[in-house]
Every structure is written in structure tokens, then in C-alpha cells.
T-cell receptor, first 111, second 113 residues
Framework: DAKTTQPNSMESNEEEPVHLPCNHS???????IHWYRQLPSQGPEYVIH???SNVNNRMASLAIAEDRKSSTLILHRATLRDAAVYYC????????????FGTGTLLAVQP | AAGVIQSPRHLIKEKRETATLKCYPI?????VYWYQQGPGQDPQFLIS???????DKGSIPDRFSAQQFSDYHSELNMSSLELGDSALYFC????????????FGSGTRLTVV
């Protein structure tokens, strides 16, 4: 399984944008880039995913580099409820491929 | 919208006992995944099922077994419990046709004493 590299932790101020980076230099052509977040003692929560083009949804935006070797999750206005561990995961193109969690980024949001 | 339902939410067992965790996926989701998350650790993949057949296997101990039933719910059976089995156990479901995210349940917290 292709691996991802994320910073261990990041800090942001409330109501400011947050850019969470992820490197995945060994990504294959069929790998989807998935982002999940997890609050303490809760199940991971789907945030966004994409293949080649940038993606937007109500929670966040995903910017994918042209060579697909890196991506950035963008939270447009951080709130205290966004404080969580954010996981960047490569999911193989096979229909039933599992998600392999690495060490995500612990995002702290300051009021 | 319906989410992934896991039961029980909390379970306390003694060493060498057995435990059964249940997972009810989102309707029309055809794949179920089980994960184990120890204290301070990241979720580890255990096993998955697609259309009631085992589709992939991770670092699942031989003492654990799982199956998916005709109604698509899944059960994780754990025998000869050890203290190290104490963890959060998550179930996730997804739909294989098309490109979708995975939906996780709230988990079962298993404590082995």
C-alpha cells in the first residue's frame, strides 16, 4: 500500500483558514486520495476524497498537485469543532480496498 | 440519514472470555470493514467483507473471527480475550460501485479485565 506523510501536529486560530499538507510520492495512477478526521473516542469521519481534480464540499476543499504526489486539505474557516486528528489515506482503485491509516495530523484550534 | 450502527457501545469482559461485536452497515452498502484502535494508536485494519464473503484480511489474531450475514450485518467474534485486546473497535461500510467515502460507526469500547 502506498504511504502518506503528514506533519504530526498543526495549530490554527479560530475563523482562519487551515491548510493541512500530505505527501504521497509513491501514489499510483488508480489511487484515490481520501481524508478522514477523528475526534477523541469517536469513529473516523469522512471529509473528502479525490482522484486528480480539486474537489470541494460543504466541509472542506481538496487541492491535488498536478503530479499527484502531494495534496492539501483546506478548511476555509476553522472552528473549535474542527480540532481533531486528520488522516490522509490512499485508497487503491479496487472496489473493496480497505483504508490503511497512518499517523495523521493533530490539529489544534485556538479561540 | 441512517449511519453505521454498532453494538454494544461498551463491553467489559474478563480474560479468557469471549465477546461478540455487531455492526449494521448503511443500507445498500455492500462492503463492511472492521478496525481496532488501541489507546493512543491509529486504527488498524482487521478484516473486510464484500457481499457476505471475506474480501481482505489484516492483522487479525487467530482468536478473532468475523462473518457477514444475509442481511449484511456483520459480527466480530473474539475468544480467549487478553488484556491487550482492550481497544475501540470500529466498523465501516461503503458502496463499491462508483467512488464513495467510507462511513464509520461510533465504535465499541472493549475493556478486558
Amino acid at each position: 500500500d502506498a504511504k502518506t506523510t503528514q506533519p504530526n501536529s498543526m495549530e490554527s486560530n479560530e475563523e482562519e483558514p487551515v491548510h493541512l499538507p500530505c505527501n504521497h510520492s509513491t501514489i499510483s495512477g488508480t489511487d484515490y486520495i481520501h481524508w478522514y478526521r477523528q475526534l477523541p473516542s469517536q469513529g473516523p469521519e469522512y471529509v473528502i476524497h479525490g482522484l486528480t481534480s480539486n474537489v470541494n464540499n460543504r466541509m472542506a476543499s481538496l487541492a491535488i498537485a498536478e503530479d499527484r504526489k502531494s495534496s492539501t486539505l483546506i478548511l476555509h474557516r476553522a472552528t473549535l469543532r474542527d480540532a481533531a486528528v486528520y488522516y490522509c489515506i490512499l485508497r487503491g482503485g479496487g472496489a473493496t480496498n480497505k483504508l490503511i491509516f497512518g499517523t495523521g495530523t493533530l490539529l489544534a484550534v485556538q479561540p | 440519514a441512517a449511519g453505521v450502527i454498532q453494538s454494544p457501545r461498551h463491553l467489559i469482559k474478563e480474560k479468557r472470555e469471549t465477546a461478540t461485536l455487531k455492526c449494521y452497515p448503511i443500507p445498500r452498502h455492500d462492503t463492511v470493514y472492521w478496525y481496532q484502535q488501541g489507546p493512543g494508536q491509529d486504527p488498524q485494519f482487521l478484516i473486510s467483507f464484500y457481499e457476505k464473503m471475506q474480501s481482505d484480511k489484516g492483522s487479525i489474531p487467530d482468536r478473532f473471527s468475523a462473518q457477514q450475514f444475509s442481511d449484511y450485518h456483520s459480527e466480530l467474534n473474539m475468544s480467549s480475550l487478553e488484556l491487550g485486546d482492550s481497544a475501540l473497535y470500529f466498523c465501516a461500510s461503503s458502496r463499491t460501485r462508483g467512488s464513495y467515502g467510507y462511513t464509520f460507526g461510533s465504535g465499541t469500547r472493549l475493556t478486558v479485565v
